[in-house]
Every structure is written in C-alpha cells, then in structure tokens.
C-alpha cells in the first residue's frame, strides 16, 4: 500500500486529489496539510511513501519543502504540483531531489501512474520535460535567459513582469522591500535588461505569465 501526503492550501484541490487517488486499491491517502510547515511536522512524525506538494504555498515554497523533506526522509518520494509549465520549475525539481513535477492540469490516470511510478523509486518525466533535459546536455550556450535564474530570483521575476511592485512582493514572498529590491537588481542584471518592462515583455514571449 502507498502512503501518500497531499500538501495545498486549497480545500477544494486537496479534496479533488484524495477523492481521485483514494479510489485506487493500492493508494491510501494517510495526511493531508494545508501549509509548508504542517506537510513537515506529518514527515517528522509519520511514514510517508509519496508526498505530493504544492509549489505555492503560503508560507514557503514547494521547493523549500522538497528540501527539507529530502533531509527527513530521502527515500521519500516528492511530487511537485503546479498551475505552472514545467519549463519554469520542472529541472529544478530534480535538480532539488523531486521525483517529479505534475501539473494540475495532469489526466487523473496519469496523476495515478505517476503516483505509482515515484513509489518504486522511479522518477515521472513527462516526454516535454525529457526534451528539456536532453535540451540542456547539448545546448546550453541558447538556453533562455530565465533559466539563469535561481528558484528565489525567478519568483521576483514572475512578480515583477506580472506588474507587481517589490512591496507587494516583498508581503508575497516574506521578504524585506531590501531584500527584494536586492533580487530584483539580480534579475535585471542575469537578464541583461534595465526596467520592469523589459521583464514583462520577456515573460509574455516565453509564455512565462502566471
């Protein structure tokens, strides 16, 4: 038997993945939390299989989480959910550990495969994240600019090309205004850009807007 945690901040979304993987005979949904913190103190305390987290909750990333559950448990496999493409987030989830990266949009057959696969200690790459892969073994002088980024410099880009200014990210993010000031610098820098603008349009032509 699988045990599976599913981490989101959403009642509904968490109740849409239990009643799809709770149906199966050979999944059992053992915890459920609604923040980083709370999917944390359940890996301390109990045996988990597959934890299945979001990328954005509200009070740290599904990164950060990814990290630190792989310090708790490392053969605990960690799927990492998002509304967003896996070209933002899906090498640094394996890069981090994950065993794969589901987007929410994902069949309900294929989020059971995947369950089932990271359960075996295999990873889930979905065929356009295996081209990223190769992509980056081959060809890293055209890589986008972007994935120069680091996980923390590339929400403040996503922030920032979303018409945000850094005091609303700076409250987003749990950060000082310095703080995000200071990335937002970085970003413009790595990027070789000078304004907000510039950002804005670079993420519009990559498909890069939430």
Same mark, same amino acid.
């Not at 509904?12 to 993945?17: E, N």
């Not at 459920?32 to 359940?42: H, R, V, W, Y």
């Not at 923390?152 to 205004?177: H, M, P, Y």
């Not at 850009?193 to 939430?210: C, E, I």
């Given at each position: ?45 109990? #045996?988990?299989? $597959? ?10 990333? /599904? *990164?950060? !989480? %990814? @990290? ?6 490392? #053969?605990?496999? $960690? ?10 987030? /899906? *090498?640094? !989830? %394996? @890069? ?115």
């Amino acid at each position: 038997m699988i045990k599976l945690l599913i981490v989101d901040d959403h009642d509904v979304v968490r109740a849409g993945f239990h009643h799809i993987l709770s149906t199966q005979p050979d999944i059992e949904v053992t915890a459920e939390a609604d923040t980083g913190k709370a999917a944390l103190d359940i890996i301390r305390k109990q #045996a988990i299989d $597959v934890a299945m987290i979001d990328l954005a909750l509200p009070d740290m990333s /599904g *990164l950060d !989480v %990814l @990290k630190q559950a792989k310090v708790i448990r490392p #053969a605990m496999a $960690v799927l990492i959910l998002s509304g967003y493409s896996e070209e933002e987030y /899906g *090498l640094n !989830v %394996l @890069k981090f550990g994950g065993s794969g990266f589901v987007g929410k949009q994902l069949a309900p057959e294929q989020l059971v495969a995947a369950v089932r696969r990271v359960a075996q200690g295999r990873r889930f790459i979905s065929p356009h994240l295996a081209e990223l892969l190769a992509a980056g073994l081959t060809d890293d002088v055209d890589q986008p600019q972007h994935t120069k980024l680091s996980e923390r410099e590339f929400q403040v880009f996503s922030r920032l090309a979303a018409g945000k200014n850094v005091t609303e990210i700076a409250d987003d993010l749990f950060l000082s205004v310095k703080t995000v000031s200071t990335y937002r610098s970085r970003v413009l820098e790595k990027m070789n850009f000078t304004t907000n603008a510039d950002l804005t349009y670079y993420a519009v032509k990559h498909q890069l807007m939430p």
